[in-house]
């Protein structure tokens, strides 16, 4: 299993709307072949740190999600300079 995580902080007055928009999102993601899931985290920080937390059943289907439309899509839309990215893959459970 591949895990990604995006790690970014915002201001207090922008987390409420960044929540709403997470819990509206397309999920045009979900039907793409070997998606397990998303979990979007808040820290309790007054400016709060977000993780977007992705999993995938392998590589390949991560490599083919991020050449599709969708994600070019939503990557232009939500592009934050101040966002890290991550990788792993599971190794044990």
Excluded: C, H
Excluded at 9 to 24: D, K, M, Y
Excluded at 43 to 70: C, G, H, I, M, N
Excluded at 87 to 93: L, P, R
């Amino acid at each position: 299993m591949i895990v990604t995580i995006n790690r970014f902080r915002t201001s207090a007055e922008e987390a409420e709307r960044l929540e709403t928009s997470f819990r509206e999102r397309s999920r045009r993601v979900d039907q793409y072949e070997g998606f397990l899931g998303l979990e979007v985290l808040r820290s309790f920080e007054p400016e709060p740190e977000f993780l977007l937390v992705t999993r995938w059943r392998d590589r390949e289907s991560l490599k083919a999600y991020f050449q599709s439309e969708d994600f070019k899509a939503t990557k232009a839309a939500s592009a934050r300079q101040d966002a890290t990215f991550s990788m792993y893959e599971v190794v044990a459970e």
